[in-house]
C-alpha cells in the first residue's frame, strides 16, 4: 500500500473532522448565545474543551459502528480497505463543506454514513442491512424525541421553576444551569460525531482506535476555532429566538437524546437533535415563533445528504475501479 495514499486518507479524515468541527458547533451552545446567556467567544472555548473530551473518552462507541457496524472495512484486504476509507471520507467532507458555504446545519453522521454506504454498494462488499434500517429508524427518532423531550422539559421546568424562583432572579438562577446543559450537549455531540471523521481510519486498520480519536478530536477542535460561530450565530438566532427557559430546556433534551444513542453506539445527527429540541420548545410558545422556511431547508438538506453523498463516494469509488487503483 503506498505511503501517500495512506496519508492522503488520513488528511481525509482531518478534513472531515474539520468541516465537523465547523458546521456543527452551534448544536452544543448556540442557544445559550442566542439568548445571550453567554458571548461567542465564550462558547467557542467551552465547545471546544467538552467536545474533546466527549470524542476521547466515549468516543469509541459509534467508532465501531461506523468502521464495522453495517460495512466491516477490517475484512477486506488492506488496499481495498485504504481506498474505501479515503473515499468516504472524501465523499463525506465534500458535501458537509458545501452545507458550510450555505450556512445550513447538515448532518454529518448522514454524510459519512451515506457515503460509506456507496463505496460498499460500488466495491460490491456486503452491507449489513439490520444495522442499516437500525441507524434509519433511529436517523427518524432523533429529532422527533428530541421535539418531544423539549416540549415536555420546557412546561415541566416552567411550572417548577416558576413557582420557587421569583421572576426577577430567573434570568441570574437559569445562566449557569444553561451553561452546563449546553456543556453537556457538546460533550455528547463529540463522544458520537467522532467517529464520523475518523471511523473509516480505524476500521480500515490505518491508526489505532485511540489515535483515530485523538486525532479527530483535535481536528473537530481546529474547526470550531476557526469557522463555528457561524453555525454557533445560525444555531441560536436564526431558527428561533431562544428565551433563557427555552435555551435550558432546548438543550437539556437534544443533550439526553444524543447520549443515549452514543451509548447505543448509534451515529445520529446533533443538528437533528438540537433543531428538534429547539422547535419543541418552540412550539409551546405557538408556531408563530419559528422560522418555517429554514426549517424546511433544513429538513431538505437532511433528506438529501446520504443519498448525495452515497452517489459522491461511489461514482468515485468506480472511477478509481475503472483505473485499476482498487
Known amino acids: 500500500m503506498s505511503l501517500t495514499v495512506i496519508i492522503a486518507t488520513i488528511l481525509m479524515g482531518l478534513a472531515i473532522g474539520w468541516s465537523i468541527g465547523a458546521c456543527d458547533a452551534g448544536n452544543s451552545l448556540g442557544p445559550a448565545v442566542g439568548a445571550r446567556v453567554l458571548s461567542l467567544r465564550q462558547a467557542i472555548v467551552l465547545i471546544a ?5 466527549g470524542a476521547y473518552l466515549q468516543g469509541s462507541h459509534v467508532i465501531r459502528t461506523i468502521g464495522r457496524g453495517f460495512l466491516d472495512i477490517s475484512v477486506l484486504d488492506q488496499h481495498k480497505a485504504t481506498y474505501t476509507a479515503l473515499v468516504s471520507a472524501f465523499a463525506g467532507c465534500a458535501w458537509i463543506l458545501l452545507a458550510i458555504t450555505w450556512r445550513i446545519p ?5 454524510s459519512i454514513v451515506g457515503a460509506v454506504a456507496g463505496a460498499g454498494l460500488a466495491i460490491r462488499a456486503p452491507l449489513h442491512w439490520a444495522v442499516m434500517r437500525k441507524i434509519f429508524i433511529c436517523w427518524i427518532t432523533t429529532p422527533i424525541g428530541a421535539a418531544v423531550l423539549g416540549f415536555v422539559l420546557y412546561i415541566v421546568l416552567k411550572a417548577v421553576l416558576y413557582r420557587l424562583i421569583p421572576r426577577r432572579l430567573m434570568t441570574t438562577l437559569l445562566s449557569p444551569l ?16 467522532v ?8 476500521g480500515a486498520r490505518i491508526l ?4 483515530s480519536i485523538a486525532l479527530g478530536g483535535l481536528a473537530i477542535v481546529l474547526g470550531i476555532m476557526t469557522r463555528g460561530y457561524r453555525m454557533i450565530v445560525t444555531i441560536g438566532s436564526g431558527l428561533v429566538y431562544l428565551a ?3 435555551a435550558l430546556s432546548a438543550q437539556l433534551a437534544s443533550a439526553i437524546n444524543v447520549h443515549v444513542y452514543t451509548l447505543m453506539g448509534i451515529p445520529v445527527s446533533t443538528s437533528h437533535s438540537i433543531v428538534g429540541a429547539v422547535v419543541g420548545v ?5 408556531i408563530r415563533v419559528l422560522n418555517i422556511k429554514m426549517v424546511r431547508e433544513i429538513v431538505t438538506c437532511w433528506v438529501l445528504t446520504p443519498f448525495v453523498s452515497g452517489a459522491i463516494s461511489f461514482i468515485a469509488l468506480t472511477f478509481l475501479h475503472f483505473l485499476h487503483y482498487v
Open 49 to 53: 474543551v467538552m467536545g474533546f473530551l
Open 106 to 110: 447538515i448532518s454529518s453522521s448522514h
Open 178 to 193: 444553561i451553561v452546563v446543559s449546553g456543556c453537556y450537549v457538546a460533550y455528547s455531540w463529540g463522544a458520537n460525531d
Open 195 to 202: 467517529a464520523n471523521a475518523v471511523g473509516v481510519i480505524a
Open 208 to 211: 489505532s482506535v485511540n489515535a
Open 244 to 246: 433563557p427557559l427555552m
Open 282 to 286: 418552540g412550539l409551546v410558545r405557538g
